[in-house]
């Protein structure tokens, strides 16, 4: 079946350091979704990729699609303590499935 | 509503009991979806509906397990005979079009089962 496996599994940084979480599939990913989950909270949803080679940016967020389509990342640059949570990556089996990666707990050190 | 809607928020079970938790997704959002989250692991999906239509109810994990949304709004995800298994968050997911925007999480309804 598929797996969609994300590393680090946890992440601690210093505020101000930069920060990357890997989204690797054993299988072609359809479209790639980027979720943001603070502890206690829900799945916030933070971008979708869909073209091979895609790079989008948000702020200090550049999320990335690999050219097989096989892998994605989420980097941060210059971390704050807003982005404290979990990081999870999703793909998009069809029209009703998202199927989520591990997740990447990132803990911002003040 | 502005966002997704989930009661109750927090639910405590005897073993045996039955529960219904409810969602009430964003206006207009004809997807809904379920999932389930276990402590400190992803979401799993467990059902999907189109209006009233569940197209998709491979996730769902037994037969004690049981969603309806009648009218195309609001879902029920029905769960008979709760099991200690059972407790984690159960999520609710609405989107205007899946294949091209992103999902709206409610959040959540915390199941504990003792």
């Known amino acids: 079946g598929q797996q969609v496996m994300q590393i680090p599994q946890y992440q601690h940084v210093q505020e101000g350091e930069d920060f990357t979480t890997y989204c690797n599939s054993s299988t072609t990913l359809s479209n790639i979704q980027w979720y943001k989950q603070r502890p206690g909270g829900h799945p916030v949803f933070l971008i979708q990729?869909?073209?091979?080679?895609e790079v989008k940016k948000q702020k200090r967020l550049t999320f990335q699609f690999g050219e097989a389509k096989k892998n994605s990342s989420l980097h941060i640059t210059a971390t704050q303590t807003t982005d404290v949570g979990t990081y999870f990556c999703?793909?998009?089996?069809?029209?009703?499935?998202?199927?989520f990666g591990t997740g990447t707990r990132l803990t911002v050190i003040p | 509503g502005a966002g997704v809607s989930q009661s109750p928020r927090y639910k405590v079970a005897k073993r045996g009991q039955d529960v219904a938790l409810r969602c009430d997704p964003i206006s207009g959002h004809v997807s809904l979806f379920w999932y389930q989250q276990a402590l400190g692991q992803g979401p799993e999906f467990l059902t999907y509906?189109?209006?009233?239509?569940?197209?998709?109810k491979s996730g769902l994990p037994s037969d004690r397990f049981f969603a309806e949304r009648p009218e195309g709004s609001v879902s029920t995800l029905k769960i008979q005979r709760t099991q200690q298994e059972d407790s984690a968050v159960y999520l609710c997911a609405s989107s205007l079009d899946p294949g091209y925007y992103g999902y709206t999480f409610g959040s959540g309804t915390r199941l504990t089962v003792v």
């Open positions: 990729l869909v073209k091979s080679g």
């Open positions: 509906f189109q209006n009233e239509a569940q197209l998709d």
């Open positions: 999703a793909d998009q089996t069809g029209a009703n499935n998202l199927f």
